[in-house]
Antibody, heavy 122, light 110 residues
Framework: QVTLRESGPALVKVSQTLTLTCSFS??????????VAWIRQPPGKALEWLAR???????FYSMSLKTRLSISKDPSRDQVVLTLTNVDPLDTATYYC??????????????WGPGTLVAVSS | QSVVTQSPSASGAPGQRVTISCSGS????????VNWYQQFPGTAPKLLIY???QRPSGVPDRFSGSKSGTSASLAISGLQSEDEADYYC???????????FGTGTKVIVL
């Protein structure tokens, strides 16, 4: 059974660094074809993809946030960590991690965590 | 703002057919498959359609997807009250070298 769960602070202050952890089970990030992605959703707004880390440690970032994002993995602990530097109130959102699976070259977010709401205050 | 756009809302009476469109460009939908996600308020999205037209196990065949050129569509036939949710298309964008989600469509069952 595949599960993912996000954890991190519920409140961060402007200009601080946000660190979120995705803890997962039911699959291994050392297995070819599996990735983990982070996606966020501001209140009442659309989903926004942030970053992805692959089984072979290849990383992809949202072009608009690339200078502020970092993604890493700890396969021994089945965790993926996302950091977002210099946060702003516009970064207030629910942050989701999702397993990304590849089938015949096509990728999809097939399992999602419940999400964690992060508010940025001044 | 997203490079992939959807109409903000769609509505229909129970039993009717509703179609949601997803419009992109040659760097995203034109070259890559589209996935669709269903999201109820306060919950995480759920994969509804992958590879533009395939349904994961457990998704009713009332939901169907298609893609043509730089656009994709999700159709819900035999609309039911439990289909009232937000729907997002998503695809890879070769120019951005990242995923893009559509702007989302709220389906309202009258």
């Amino acid at each position: 059974q595949v599960t993912l769960r996000e954890s991190g602070p519920a409140l961060v202050k402007v200009s601080q660094t946000l660190t979120l952890t995705c803890s997962f089970s039911g699959f291994s990030l050392t297995t070819s074809g599996f990735f983990v992605a982070w996606i966020r959703q501001p209140p009442g707004k659309a989903l926004e993809w942030l970053a992805r880390i692959d089984w072979d440690d290849e990383k992809f970032y949202s072009m608009s946030l690339k200078t502020r994002l970092s993604i890493s993995k700890d396969p021994s602990r089945d965790q993926v960590v996302l950091t977002l530097t210099n946060v702003d109130p516009l970064d207030t959102a629910t942050y989701y991690c999702a397993r990304t699976m590849t089938v015949a070259g096509n990728t999809m977010f097939d399992y999602w965590g419940p999400g964690t709401l992060v508010a940025v205050s001044s | 703002q997203s490079v992939v756009t959807q109409s903000p809302s769609a509505s229909g009476a129970p039993g009717q057919r509703v179609t949601i469109s997803c419009s992109g460009s040659s760097s995203n939908i034109g070259r890559n498959i589209v996935n669709w996600y269903q999201q109820f308020p306060g919950t995480a999205p759920k994969l509804l359609i992958y590879n533009s037209r395939q349904r994961p196990s457990g998704v009713p065949d009332r939901f169907s997807g298609s893609k043509s050129g730089t656009s994709a569509s999700l159709a819900i036939s035999g609309l039911q009250s439990e289909d009232e949710a937000d729907y997002y298309c998503a695809t890879w964008d070769d120019s951005l070298n990242g995923y893009v989600f559509g702007t989302g469509t709220k389906v309202i069952v009258l």
